[in-house]
């Protein structure tokens, strides 16, 4: 009898609960996705506003005054 396929009440387990490794494993992977995708984000909409605005002067208005 295989201590890991029945439950103690008799029936059959479907799941078992993740292991503390392999929960420390997600919560790594899903750190380094949400870090991997913010970055990707940020560098998608900084380059998509660059490539517009090197073509035009800076306008006028209160923070005109920061370098670019």
């Known amino acids: 009898?295989?201590?890991g396929i029945e439950a103690p009440s008799g029936?059959?387990?479907?799941?078992t609960a993740p292991t503390?490794?392999?929960?420390q494993t997600r919560r790594r992977s899903?750190?380094?996705a949400v870090i991997l995708g913010v970055a990707f984000a940020?560098?998608?909409?900084?380059?998509l506003s660059?490539?517009?605005?090197?073509a035009r002067p800076t306008p006028p208005g209160?923070?005109?005054?920061?370098?670019n």
């Open 11 to 15: 029936g059959l387990v479907l799941f």
């Open 62 to 67: 209160p923070f005109s005054y920061f370098p």
């Open 42 to 47: 940020g560098g998608l909409i900084g380059q």
């Open 20 to 23: 503390e490794r392999q929960r």
């Open 1 to 3: 009898m295989n201590r």
């Open 30 to 32: 899903a750190a380094l």
């Open 50 to 54: 660059s490539v517009h605005d090197a």
